[in-house]
């Protein structure tokens, strides 16, 4: 069964829209780590303002646009994170392609078989596209509100992850003190794949390159990508079997940060979002009017120790 993003026809509208200008990348071209410049202001921050991913929940993505940093979070989908870090220490993703790549959408990949129809030996994954989180446990940090398909609700970030949620002061009316949160599908986001059952996830997932509303609660979203953001746009568009003469780029490697030498690691620190310098940050991205940035247009500041970084 093809696992996929999006239903077959917005998919095959949204690809043959937008593959005729991209531009494909040399081939044997060396594989870098980003370095681009911050594009945003921040205020003065401490270090205090800054902290460090946990090493056990990073996951390094290596291709030859540079290595994506992914902060995994299991208090979102642990059953996905668990299978992503199984299959990671297996060297299961190694060499794999990016097999269905959709400018202004998303990079799909891990299937061993390059065509989208394979999958690992592991059972699939029960679909986890909410979460149940406590205004104390998991806090979130507001940033504006959206309409969906079940309501109006507050958006905002949890840690680096940006998300939807019902009213905490509805926690006061259920049974174990929580409400019901989700991901959100913006950019830089890492989400799994899957048939048209809601527990088909098995290995296939995705990184998003750009916001896509309409996958929110329906697919399970584990991470999000913090450092090397800029080459999610890189990975060469098509699709396996589709796109004629399309070679795909390659998955070089995927480890967890906790595997990989302390030498070898990226040191990457992110700006709290619990912390009055994101605050100001986000307030500095309001329209001159006042109004609210959309939460998925607010990409949250990480830096290389004390150099800042996008």
């Known amino acids: 069964m093809t696992r996929t993003a999006l239903a077959a026809l917005a998919a095959g509208f949204l690809f043959t829209t937008a593959c005729a200008e991209e531009q494909q990348p040399v081939e044997n071209a060396p594989v870098t780590v980003e370095k681009q410049a911050a594009t945003y202001i921040l205020p003065d921050t401490t270090d205090a303002d800054w902290r460090e991913p946990d090493l056990e929940n990073t996951l390094y993505i290596k291709t030859i646009h540079g290595t994506f940093v992914v902060e995994m979070m299991p208090e979102f989908a642990p059953k996905h994170v668990e299978q992503i870090k199984t299959l990671t220490r297996r060297k299961f993703y190694d060499n794999i392609t990016f097999h269905r790549v959709i400018r202004n959408f998303m990079n799909q990949t891990g299937d061993p078989t390059g065509d989208g129809t394979g999958d690992s030996d592991l059972p699939d994954i029960p679909g986890e596209f909410t979460f149940r989180r406590s205004p104390s446990g998991m806090p979130v940090t507001l940033v504006n509100r959206r309409l969906t398909e079940v309501g109006e609700v507050d958006t905002g970030f949890y840690k680096a992850m940006p998300v939807a949620t019902k009213p905490s002061a509805q926690a006061f009316m259920t049974k174990d003190g929580k409400v019901e949160a989700w991901g959100l599908h913006c ?108 939460v998925c247009d607010v990409e949250v500041p990480t830096r290389l120790k004390n150099e800042l970084k996008l």
């Open 187 to 294: 950019k830089s986001v890492t989400s799994m794949a899957r048939g048209v059952p809601e527990n088909s996830a098995n290995s296939q997932f995705f990184l998003m390159r750009h916001e896509y509303q309409s996958l929110d609660m329906k697919y399970s979203i584990w991470g999000t990508t913090i450092w090397g953001r800029r080459g999610l746009k890189k990975i060469k568009v098509g699709i396996a079997g589709e796109t004629p003469n399309f070679v795909p780029n390659e998955l070089i490697s995927m480890r967890m940060a906790v595997d990989v030498p302390e030498e070898e690691r990226f040191a990457v620190q992110i700006l709290r979002t619990d912390s009055n310098a994101f605050e100001s940050y986000v307030n500095s991205l309001k329209s001159k009017t006042g109004k609210a940035p959309n």
